[in-house]
């Protein structure tokens, strides 16, 4: 089997929630989708999909088609299913930009699980889960507003709750505790700073909410001082943006400097790569959220068959990030049912999109 042509489509996804706000006064109405087309000789077509938010990883929404159209001209004739080879003819095309790597991963994935008339979920592993839980995400807002806003997401079925902080100490005290005080037994609670903090505002904050049970993902920019903070606090600490490769991790492990880890494809490359830092991840007990920056339909199915093969033990939660928009480009994404996302069943990726949806192609490379 050889890859024949490889094509990109654009797609505005904008926010169900109006404006998406984190720390630093970053926001967000609308990401721009990049969708991947993979096309092969034995009438087998997969599909990727990377969509970066602006000012939040390094990495660069509408320069992802343009690395696409420079990794696929290396990649036509070449064996999709072969992974790691894929991969070694991508890295050896650009050094970096693994969001731009991520969608011509996934789509050879898709292709691979077609050919072998299996979900991709069974490549990665088996899947353990019938359903894997979900957290949503609450936009930062004042706090009765927060508090508010987790109440709809329950109703809708979710029990964990990652608020977007990352602000002044004394601000994110109060939102803390007005969702804290709205959480119903069980439920979960998670403060994403985004890198917002210093060490000290971290630390501030943390010695104001010490009787909260509040998991602090990535309290500040750099690997140091989050691991910094995590010695000095009682808290369990998720890390997420500073945690870019494989090396980064063993250090981290070796430091005993994370409880949790945000296992984003696209930061890592793709599901090959993503796969290897989730492995790691199990050997070490290290508990994960599986998930992606942001996306439609061909996220959410990645991040399903990935998060459906992660085992019990380490499995946090998960998200359907193709619900936080209100433009679908497939009938056919992940279900969601009580809180919780159901992957699909079907060989490969098991989503197709909706081309009319999609539109004319960016570029078509043959």
Known sequence: MKITAIRAYHVALPY???????????????ALSTVVEV??????TGYGE?????????AYGEGVPKGVETLGAALIGADPRELDRINRLMDRTIIGHTYAKSPIDVACWDILGKA???????LLGGRFHDAMPMYRAVPQRQPDEMAGLAAEFRAEGYRQFQLKSGGAPADEIARIRAVADSLEPGEILIA?????WTREGALRVARAVADVDVIFEQPCDGYDACRSVRRRIGHAVKLDECITDMTVLQRAIADDALDMLSVKISRFGGLTAARRIRDMCTAAE?????????????????????????????????????????VHFASDAPDVRDGCLVPPERPGL????DMDVLGAPLFEIT
């Open 116 to 122: 072998c008339g299996l979900p991709v979920y069974t």
């Open 50 to 58: 990377s969509c970066p938010l602006p000012n939040y990883l390094q």
């Open 192 to 196: 994403d700073a985004n890198r917002g």
């Open 39 to 44: 096309e092969t000789d034995a009438g087998i």
């Open 350 to 353: 098991g989503v197709t999109p």
């Open 16 to 30: 169900v929630g109006g404006t998406y706000s984190w720390s630093g006064g970053y926001s967000v109405s609308e």
């Open 286 to 326: 290290i508990e994960m959220t599986v998930e992606d920056v942001w996306g439609g339909a061909v996220v959410s199915a990645a991040v399903a068959h990935l998060a459906a093969s992660t085992q019990p033990e380490v499995m946090k939660n998960t998200t359907d990030l193709h619900n936080y928009n209100t």
